[in-house]
């Protein structure tokens, strides 16, 4: 078994909407039901959890797009790029109603 810890620290949107997601997985209710079975037990931290939900999601994830990441690095030292205001709201507003509904 190997162990990966995630460096990136994790804030305010990111720990609601991970705890949201974790809450919604069906195999939580799975392990309540096993821990009566057997007397061997393991407790793993509400922080354990959201790292491992974290991480298990950037694995499930198709990848980084390095050629876009390229492209953006590029325009932001060269002074070109610009950010899009409206942009951004629109898409945290969409975020939050991911969230919440």
């Known amino acids: 078994m190997t162990i990966s810890t995630i460096n990136t620290p994790v804030t305010g949107y990111e720990t609601n909407r991970l705890e ?7 195999d939580t209710q799975k392990s309540k ?3 009566t079975a057997g007397s061997d ?6 922080e354990g959890r959201l790292k491992a939900s974290m991480f298990n999601a950037a694995q499930a994830d198709e990848g980084v797009r ?13 002074g070109a790029y610009a950010v899009d205001s ?3 709201a629109t898409k ?3 975020q939050e109603l991911d969230i919440w509904g």
């Open 33 to 35: 039901a096993a821990q």
């Open 41 to 46: 037990r393991i407790s793993i931290s509400g």
């Open 86 to 88: 409206q942009d951004i």
């Open 20 to 26: 949201h997601l974790e809450s919604s997985r069906p």
């Open 92 to 94: 945290m507003v969409q």
């Open 66 to 78: 390095t050629d876009k990441v390229a492209e953006i690095k590029a325009r932001i030292s060269s």
